[in-house]
């Protein structure tokens, strides 16, 4: 069985500043890590994917993910938040046939 | 079209009535996908087509649920007896290939309010 834990529900960052979403997965093997992200009545889009080509992923809009087997962490980060970064973001495991989903890390960017 | 589409983008139904919520996914796409957001909640998966095959259907919460994809390409999610439980954001999703791990292209949902 396979699952993810966000470590936090909310995070709330000044605009210019770093952002860190904390995400820890527990999987019986190798896993298929995603994170998505979902704008207020908008469905999800996919940040960035990890599937052990590299242990350090680039996504779209300045996003990266660092996978960390011995930790079982996959973490995101950004150097410079901005505001439109104002969103909910989803950690996801992938398995043969379903993705599990995180419960959330909900991301305000203040001035 | 150029992304999943999903039909209605809202329902209102009262307790009891039933159901259809339509998905279209991107053109040629394999896989489709169904998933269940509560209120701030993550989707949580329930039915899994390739093709007009549903591969994985051990998500669906009740035997009140049922999805299609006749011709393996668009998708209905029934519900049926709808209860209040079910008020949620009905999201699909489609891949191009067979495998759950390619990217999966999301519609924006259909919001299920049940009074």
């Known amino acids: 069985a396979q699952s993810v834990t966000q470590l936090d529900s909310h995070v709330s960052v000044s605009e210019g500043t770093p952002v860190l979403l904390r995400c820890n997965y527990s999987?019986?093997?190798?896993?298929?890590l995603f994170w998505y992200v979902q704008h207020p009545n908008k469905g999800l889009q996919l940040l960035l994917k990890?599937?052990?080509?590299?242990?350090l992923v680039k996504g779209i809009n300045g996003f990266e993910a660092e996978f960390k087997k011995s930790e079982t962490s996959f973490h995101l980060t950004k150097p410079s938040a901005h505001m439109s970064d104002a969103a909910e973001y989803f950690c996801?495991?992938?398995?043969?046939?379903?993705?599990?989903f995180g419960t959330g890390t909900r991301l305000q960017v203040t001035l | 079209g150029a992304g999943v589409s999903q039909s209605p983008r809202y329902k209102v139904a009262k307790r009891g009535q039933d159901v259809a919520l339509r998905c279209d996914p991107i053109?040629?796409?394999?896989?489709l996908f169904w998933y269940q957001q509560a209120l701030g909640q993550g989707p949580e998966f329930l039915t899994y087509?390739?093709?007009?095959?549903?591969?994985?259907k051990s998500g669906l919460p009740s035997d009140r649920f049922f999805a299609e994809r006749p011709e393996g390409s668009v998708s209905t999610l029934k519900i049926q007896r709808t209860q209040q439980e079910d008020s949620a954001v009905y999201l699909c999703?489609?891949?191009?290939?067979?495998?759950?791990?390619?990217?999966?292209?999301f519609g924006d949902g259909t919001r299920l309010s049940i009074l």
């Open positions: 990890y599937t052990s080509a590299a242990t």
């Open positions: 087509f390739q093709n007009e095959a549903q591969l994985d």
């Open positions: 053109s040629g796409h394999v896989s």
């Open positions: 999703a489609s891949t191009q290939g067979a495998t759950v791990n390619q990217p999966q292209h």
């Open positions: 996801v495991v992938g398995t043969a046939s379903k993705l599990t």
């Open positions: 999987s019986s093997y190798s896993p298929s």
